[in-house]
């Protein structure tokens, strides 16, 4: 399956790699964290580290995701949201169970 985004969430994260000067995508995972045991990581990725996939954008804007976190993470769907004042990226994963309260963490 993989992972996918939107064409919002890829012109968001082009724009914010265009102000940063470099990198070539983003970086998802997962780690243990918040009441429902597990959250979601995302940061710029430089480079490719070795045993990630990577799955492009059409617009250039690459995913990179280590093999632990794809397990958890394969078929979501990234979207970047702007409701009222807030903005934010939103995670659409078929693979979760359930949610804490606050939206933070997910359990599989």
Do not use: W
Request: net charge negative.
């Amino acid at each position: 399956m993989g992972i996918t985004m939107t064409d919002v969430a890829a012109a968001h994260i082009k724009k914010q790699l265009a102000r940063r000067g470099k990198g070539q995508g983003i970086r998802l995972g997962v780690k243990t964290s918040g009441c429902s045991g597990m959250a979601y990581v995302l940061e710029f990725a430089d480079e490719e580290l070795d045993g990630d996939s990577v799955f492009d954008h059409d617009n250039g804007v690459k995913i990179f995701i280590d093999p632990k976190s794809l397990v958890y993470m394969d078929g979501t769907e990234l979207d970047f949201v702007k409701e009222g004042l807030n903005e934010g990226f939103q995670f659409s994963n078929p693979n979760v169970a359930s949610e804490c309260g606050c939206g933070e963490s997910f359990n599989v």
